[in-house]
């Protein structure tokens, strides 16, 4: 079945400082990749949606200038977590769809990060 | 926008039980609605989807209805075992193929 690499599983860093986290989708083409977040005891949240060459589109209250999302190829997407605040700390997960587009998502196993 | 609730947020039963999960979604312009487990710190895994056309899905022991309509989605668990123990998720996708969440319910299956 296909398959998301989310890469790192877990990361903790100080405030102030940039975290970056990688998708990649194995082995199929990912044309659309999604962000989400989700806060304990809470149900994910879409963040994003980036389409491959272009930028994402972001949901409402999520800063684009925070979070800055880069999918320059169809394998890869990238989320960046720019100055962070103790209050990002989440758990993120992206997932990746392929053509067609009425085809399961498939989704990375997370990234939990802890800003101190 | 699409608003997903599952209820019950929790539930508990013995080993063997069969039982259904709830998901209900107030935009009935779906485009599919998909289920999913998810472990503890984990990411999810996609156990069902069904299309906007489709009634049903199968699965081994797992089978999720759509009832679009109603702006409603069960999924049922046949024989149920202590691996099952999970968080399961709804989404509702639109045309755009963005996914709206539940909140899950918390399922644990006492051997």
């Known amino acids: 079945g296909a398959v998301v690499s989310q890469h790192p599983s877990w990361v903790i860093c100080k405030s102030g400082t940039s975290v970056k986290i990688e998708c990649r989708s194995l082995d199929f083409q990912a044309t659309t990749m999604f962000w989400y977040r989700q806060f304990p005891k809470q149900s994910l949240m879409l963040m994003a949606t980036s389409n491959e060459g272009s930028k994402a589109t972001y949901e409402q209250g999520v800063e684009k200038d925070k979070f800055l999302i880069n999918h320059a190829s169809l394998t890869l997407s990238t989320l960046t977590v720019t100055s962070a605040h103790p209050e990002d700390s989440s758990f993120y997960i992206c997932?990746?769809?392929?053509?067609?587009?009425?085809?399961?998502?498939?989704f990375g196993n997370g990234t939990r990060l802890t800003v101190t | 926008k699409q608003e997903v609730t599952q209820i019950p947020a929790a539930l508990s039963v013995p080993e063997g039980e069969n039982l259904v999960l709830n998901c209900s979604f107030t935009d009935s312009a779906i485009y599919n609605l998909q289920w999913f487990r998810q472990d503890p710190g984990k990411g999810l895994t996609s156990l069902l989807l069904?299309?906007?056309?489709?009634r049903e899905q199968t699965s081994g022991r797992l089978n999720a209805s759509l009832d679009k309509s109603s702006g409603r989605s069960t999924l049922y668990i046949a024989a149920s075992q202590p691996g099952d123990s999970a968080t399961y998720l709804c989404?509702?996708?639109?045309?755009?193929?963005?996914?709206?969440f539940g909140t899950g319910t918390s399922l644990t299956v006492i051997p």
């Open positions: 989404a509702a996708a639109n045309t755009g193929n963005q996914f709206y």
């Open positions: 069904i299309q906007s056309s489709q």
């Open positions: 997932s990746g769809v392929h053509r067609p587009y009425n085809s399961p998502l498939h």
